[in-house]
């Protein structure tokens, strides 16, 4: 049996690791353009300031290929032929499988922007992208270097991957950027600002909408971030659109949705990510007709009985019943280790992705989140108490009727897994009110946080049951 | 202020001297050369025209050079506690901790001893215990304090310091009272992330340190017979005699000071900690055995390398992390750091007492009205 995984993340490794563990004999193959080793790819951050090493972020050992032996190949896959059950590489060389799993992960979504080709604009996905970054800032990557084999890939690439190599304008610009911009307000975006921030490079931020996070946050939650990036030195510049880039050679200009003409040395765009799908556009796999998602049923099979995708690629059922991919770590991981099932064999692995939940650290602003906590939905409250003693945090928790359906929570840490039990038990707002510190997940010596232990006892400014969410005034 | 999060990012890896680059070897030399010379200015071999430490300490009405180390210990922990708390000082485990540090260090480390020795013409150091000073369960030196000191040494070292470990982890001794962790988490902090957390490190830790563990306790026994029947046996006296100055020799001198601080900018701050103090291994058994972990909040982990990278002593914390698994590690001394670097606040330290709270839990009606 000769299992071929296409991606060396982390769906691709969790599944090689599942299948590894039952079937000592098999040979896996993994196949990857962008890496030699499995990297934490939501750590790349830390790479580009130089608190983590490379080899930091890799959450393996680098023998593991070796000692469980899983044969690696490091090329670009460009086409799927399934009737002879076969992978194309870039060099045109064929990979024949008898279970395959695309789990090949996203790319960013391309800017749409005239002048978005101008070299000093680029994206914070790939590793390509993190050494891409840190050579602009910094001029290279910290001690102890850069990944291994860094361009082994190129020679059966091109400039339309995702993993290509990107040209540093750090000469042409005479140093590190001193007029950056970071368009889009989602996690990738606030990360490159905070690396941007760090190393003290002056830095815009773009964001369309008129508030942080409108899908999540409320006003009152999204001031207090934004306020937070703003006390950093992050110039922010919330409800403006940009409309071109300009420049000679690299980028020097920014054009704003108003008009104006900005003086920009560097961009970074991360208005999300899609499916990196195109090379199967031709194979006669199902894919989402938008977003190019690969479509999977519950064993996270596609459309072919031998063909499983995993993570980024694959467009899952979610809970409302919606089909598209879910780009979360956590949730690659889970469909790794589905999918690492339905290669052995087994079809009884289902992949179900339960209640919504995620944290982030906004800055320096502890964010959890758990349930339902979209705006704007007819018919639910929202119970809301900041906390502005030795410790700032906000507590949202969202209703449907009696029962207690989301929550937002920042500042301070919780156990999201409590928080969903609450959830799951239906319980009503007294009940979460009373036991809410059962969820608590804050460091020794930090005091609890502390609660009306009734809903009906609420009173004064600090704490308030709406009927609507807090919306801003109108832009 | 915050009680807890991060100081934003750091540049770890992008600081030279922190990186083992030329200069961190520059100051492994120098600090290693201090070690030599603190240790064995008083040795015939050492070259006359450089036994300096002693004379200087008298200029500054110091008795003898220990004092003067002592003093410098000071200093150099508050240096290294105020560049700490710099960066991790808005989490309120760490400032209490480095704060009891200090103290412990500056007041019965340094201070007591030295009045001690002004009013007694001797000196006890309350912080040290069996077996990590491990004369202070010899027979002949608790004979050489009041009772009341050696009545002190003797349960602090053989029933408070288990009781502690059980309730609360090695971390109340480890990383709250020892002078040799409280330099390790102050001065030696800006070498951290340096050491090793490979399989193979983890397997020389376990073999070296407990083997130290295992000497140490024997030599104490060998020693306490030897007051009783050393005299009988001239041949069993001296050779006793002789393994005392080796012991000290080797673990005290060259394993816990020249290797385990000069080392600190190449190898990590807690190359003698974790693999070769005595006590460590002691109080590791003992926190196997009680309530001290580190809790993992499930399916939050981005495996980011983080709580491993800052772990000192080498524990690959990420493992446990990304696999859901709450875990007590014998290494771990508790110093918080892992909990406090996780950008998804994904570790929590704590003294567990599950089975009452499951209990709890489990009583709760499903519905409530």
Redesign the interface.
């Known amino acids: 049996m000769h299992i071929v995984i296409i991606g060396n993340g982390v769906a691709g490794i969790e599944a090689a690791l599942a299948v590894r563990a039952k079937e000592p004999d098999w040979r896996i193959t993994l196949i990857s353009e962008e890496s030699d080793h499995f990297f934490s790819r939501t750590a790349l951050m830390w790479v580009v300031t130089g608190q983590l090493s490379h080899q930091c972020i890799e959450p393996h050992e680098r023998d593991l290929y070796e000692r469980l032996n899983l044969q690696r190949v490091r090329a670009r896959a460009v086409g799927l032929d399934l009737e002879k059950q076969q992978v194309r590489l870039g060099s045109g060389e064929p990979v024949s499988y008898d279970r395959l799993l695309i789990a090949c992960g996203s790319r960013p979504r391309p800017a749409p922007w005239k002048g978005s080709e101008l070299d000093g604009i680029g994206s914070f996905v790939t590793l390509q992208d993190c050494e891409w970054l840190e050579r602009e800032i910094h001029g290279g990557s910290s001690h102890p270097g850069g990944p291994p084999r860094a361009d082994e890939h190129l020679a059966g690439s091109d400039a339309s991957s995702p993993y290509w190599r990107r040209p540093s304008v750090r000469d042409a610009r005479g140093g590190a950027p001193t007029c950056a911009a970071v368009i889009g307000g989602g996690l990738i975006g606030i990360e490159a600002v905070e690396v941007l921030a760090h190393a003290k490079v002056p830095v815009r931020f773009f964001i369309r909408e008129d508030w942080f996070w409108p899908m999540a946050l409320d006003e009152r939650e999204s001031r207090w971030i934004a306020d937070r990036m703003s006390s950093h030195g992050v110039e922010m510049r919330l409800g403006e659109e940009v409309a071109s880039f300009a420049g000679k050679d690299r980028v020097e200009k920014l054009v704003t949705g108003g008009g104006e003409e900005e003086d920009t040395d560097l961009v970074v765009v991360a208005i999300g990510v899609v499916p990196n799908t195109e090379w199967l556009a031709e194979s006669g796999l199902e894919l989402q007709e938008r977003g190019g998602g690969i479509v999977v049923d519950e064993h996270l099979r596609t459309s072919d009985p031998n063909v499983f995708a995993a993570g980024d690629c694959a467009a899952v059922t979610w809970f409302d019943g919606s089909r598209r991919p879910e780009q979360l770590w956590y949730t690659a991981r889970d469909q790794g280790r589905v999918a690492g099932r339905g290669l052995l064999g087994d079809s009884v692995a289902e992949y179900n992705r339960g209640h919504w939940y995620n944290s982030a650290k906004l800055m320096d602003i502890e964010y959890t989140t758990a349930g339902l906590v979209n705006m704007n939905v007819e018919g639910e409250k929202n119970f809301f108490h900041e906390e502005r003693g030795k410790v700032r945090s906000t507590t949202r928790i969202v209703l449907s009727g009696d029962r207690v359906v989301g929550f937002n929570m920042l500042g301070r840490r919780w156990d999201h897994s409590v928080l969903i039990r609450f959830i799951e038990e239906q319980r009503s707002l007294d009940h979460v009110l009373t036991h809410l510190n059962e969820a608590a997940f804050d460091t020794e010596f930090v005091p609890p946080l502390v609660l009306p232990s009734r809903a009906g006892e609420l009173a004064g400014p600090a704490f308030s049951l709406n009927a609507e969410p807090v919306r801003p005034p109108a832009a | ?16 001297w922190r ?3 030329l200069s961190a070897w520059l100051i492994a030399i120098v600090l290693t050369g201090f070690y030599l010379w603190l240790y064995f200015e008083d040795r015939e071999w050492f070259p006359v025209a450089l036994k300096q430490m002693d004379p200087f300490a008298a200029s500054l009405g110091l008795e003898n050079r220990w004092y003067l180390y002592g003093l410098l210990y000071c200093v150099a922990m508050t240096g290294g506690a105020v560049y700490y708390l710099r960066r991790h000082g ?4 760490n400032r ?1 901790r480095i704060g009891v540090n200090l103290f412990v260090q500056i007041v019965l480390a340094f201070t007591l001893p030295f009045v001690m020795f002004i009013f007694a013409n001797k000196d006890f150091y309350l912080s040290y215990l069996w077996p990590l000073k491990i004369d202070y369960l010899y027979p002949d030196t608790l004979a050489k304090f009041p009772v009341y000191v050696a009545i002190y040494s003797i349960l602090a070292s053989l029933v408070a310091m288990p009781i502690l470990a059980l309730r609360v982890g090695k971390r109340w001794y480890c990383s709250w009272v020892c002078g040799c962790g409280g330099l390790a988490n102050t001065f030696g902090d800006p070498w951290r ?1 340096l050491t090793s957390t ?2 193979r490190s983890w397997k020389l830790e376990k073999g070296t340190v407990h083997t130290v563990m295992v000497v140490a306790v024997v030599l104490t026994v060998l020693v306490a017979v030897d007051l009783f029947a050393g005299d009988s046996m001239p041949r069993y006296h001296s050779v006793v005699g002789e393994l005392r100055s080796l012991y000290g020799l080797i673990v005290g001198s060259i394993l816990a000071g020249v290797i385990g601080v000069g080392l600190y900018p190449l190898l990590g701050p807690r190359v003698w900690c974790r693999n070769f103090c005595p006590m460590a291994a002691m109080l590791g058994l003992i926190q196997k055995a009680g309530r001290f972990r580190i809790k993992v ?4 982990c ?5 709580c ?2 800052y772990c000192e002593m080498g524990i690959d914390v ?2 446990y992390a ?1 696999t859901n698994q709450s875990f007590t590690r014998a290494a771990c001394v508790g110093c ?1 750091a892992c ?2 670097v996780c ?3 994904v570790l ?3 003294n567990h007492s599950e089975t009452r709270k499951d209990k709890k ?1 489990t009583a709760l009606p ?3 009205a």
């Open positions: 202020m915050d009680q807890q999060g991060q100081n934003g990012l750091l540049s770890t890896f992008r600081e030279g990186a083992r680059r808005n989490s309120r485990y209490i992330h490979s399989t909040k499930p399916d939050m981005i495996s980011c390398g983080n491993t990278t990420r493992s990304q918080g909990a406090h950008p998804r606040g929590k330290l704590e839990r499903i519905l409530d």
